[in-house]
């Protein structure tokens, strides 16, 4: 939901120190789903939390750009963090943050030629700005073939939640690498940062980041006096040139026809955040599974949480995954997965996680459901539980029923990353397993099994 300017006062406010060229784009904070715990089926939610964007004018005060959440002008840096924080493999990465500005494409341009690895991910995380900025720089990245991903860059040496503060700005711009990590959640590239985005040629839009689209504003100033059917004339000329330049940028870079008639009909006040099947159906980003990494959720009792969207059979619409690990005690786990079913297709009759052919979580026959979501849940052994986190990639297979008895099996790959760091911050809060017994049995128990019952261990899960 988009809370729009009501009164002309604040529509007022909400354009003010926009100029011609510029994307002036109500800030639209878009934060993934963090729901409670549960025990039984869940809804996935989403929230969007608006404020209007204000451009400075003034003083070095805070500016609205900055109370949003951003720097008053890009800035880009080199960041690394652990192993695989930015994929398997992938430890170092170029962030690009804060409001498009007016000297952001010579900034750009400097910084990158001294960077030789041209296969660094590149994470925006931006409102937007200057567009003729963001065609130039789109046009630069494309030409190093870049990789770009929206996400947060959240520095180490920088005050917990002071991310944009002079302190934590002087840390990124000192030249070298920061300690980071990456935070998709709430990330954004909205509006002209659109256009940095669509210019690299690998695109990924993890599932709880944003893209935002909207028309430009058009902002006449004309000197001098002028009728108003001359200003009507140079407004629909000026219109028809951005529209011009809006659309042959788009067709250069690959992407299709559709996302330009899109923009049109979203007004430079509103925003349009892509939604999955428009992100792919546009080419913006291809992939039939996206997914986050394995991260802990600190609720009242703490999980580690995996959330994907992959592509449905036709090809037009994708389904909602989830993944959540729970620690049970230190000798025990219980994976829930959460999937978005559709109730007029063959159900599932079987679900299994694998890593590698030696280990396996079988989740039984008997779902959960409630509405569109069905929920499978299965307990995890000590062995088990440190072949899954220890596996690069994990596989999943879904069995569904098929004519004459027979069993469908789709199997795709889910990525790893964050998972046994997950789990090892997961385990400082978790009890202890409980203690076996060590009193010894009396003679006639012991030539007698059925006078006492013993609690068993069975493949490390120990019975309660």
Not at 15 to 28: D, I, M, N
Not at 144 to 167: H, L, M, N, P, S
Not at 181 to 201: E, V, W
């Amino acid at each position: 939901m988009l809370w729009p300017c009501t009164t002309p006062a604040e529509t007022l406010r909400a354009t003010e120190g926009c100029r011609k060229g510029f994307h002036c784009l109500a800030w639209l904070h878009y934060l993934f789903p963090r729901p409670a715990d549960i025990a039984v089926p869940m809804t996935i939610r989403f929230l969007l939390l608006a404020a209007l964007l204000l451009l400075p004018g003034g003083s070095r005060a805070e500016t609205p750009v900055e109370k949003a959440g951003f720097e008053s002008k890009l800035v880009i840096y080199l960041a690394k963090g652990p192993a695989n924080s930015c994929g398997p493999g992938c430890d170092r990465w170029i962030a690009v943050e804060g409001k498009v500005d007016e000297d952001a494409a010579e900034r750009v341009r400097h910084f990158l030629r001294g960077v030789k690895d041209t296969q660094r991910p590149i994470y925006f995380h931006s409102p937007g700005g200057s567009v003729d900025q963001g065609y130039a720089i789109g046009r630069l990245l494309r030409s190093r073939k870049a990789i770009a991903r929206v996400g947060r860059t959240i520095v180490t040496g920088c005050t917990a939640g002071f991310q944009i503060d002079e302190a934590c700005l002087k840390v990124k711009t000192a030249g070298g690498e920061v300690d980071a990590s990456i935070l998709t959640r709430g990330a954004m590239c909205n509006s002209a940062c659109s256009y940095l985005f669509l210019g690299a040629t690998t695109r990924e839009v993890a599932p709880d980041a944003a893209m935002g689209v909207h028309n430009s504003k058009l902002t006449l100033i004309i000197h001098g006096y002028a009728t108003p059917g001359q200003v009507a004339e140079i407004r629909e000329r000026d219109i028809a040139k951005a529209n011009r330049e809006r659309s042959a940028f788009i067709a250069a870079m690959g992407i299709d026809h559709e996302l330009d008639d899109l923009i049109k009909t979203v007004k430079f006040e509103s925003v349009h955040l892509l939604t999955r099947p428009e992100l792919y159906r546009f080419g913006i980003d291809k992939r039939t599974l996206s997914e986050t990494p394995w991260m802990l959720e600190t609720a009242d009792r703490p999980y580690v949480r995996k959330f994907a969207l992959a592509r449905k059979a036709d090809g037009s619409e994708f389904r909602t995954l989830e993944w959540r690990l729970f620690c049970e005690n230190k000798e025990r786990a219980r994976l829930m997965f959460v999937r978005e079913f559709d109730p007029g297709t063959a159900g599932t009759i079987s679900v299994v996680l694998m890593a590698g052919s030696e280990k396996s979580v079988a989740f039984g026959k008997f779902p959960a459901r409630a509405g569109k979501y069905e929920v499978w849940s299965d307990t995890m052994a000590p062995d088990t539980i440190k072949a899954v986190t220890e596996a690069a990639k994990l596989q999943i297979g879904e069995g569904s029923s098929a004519p004459e008895g027979k069993t469908n099996l789709s199997v795709y790959d889910i990525d790893n990353s964050g998972l046994q760091q997950g789990w090892a911050q997961l385990l400082t809060s978790c009890r202890a397993a409980p203690m076996m017994p060590t009193t010894a049995l009396p003679a006639a128990a012991v030539a007698s099994p059925a006078a006492v019952s013993v609690p068993r261990s069975e493949g490390g899960k120990t019975a309660d």
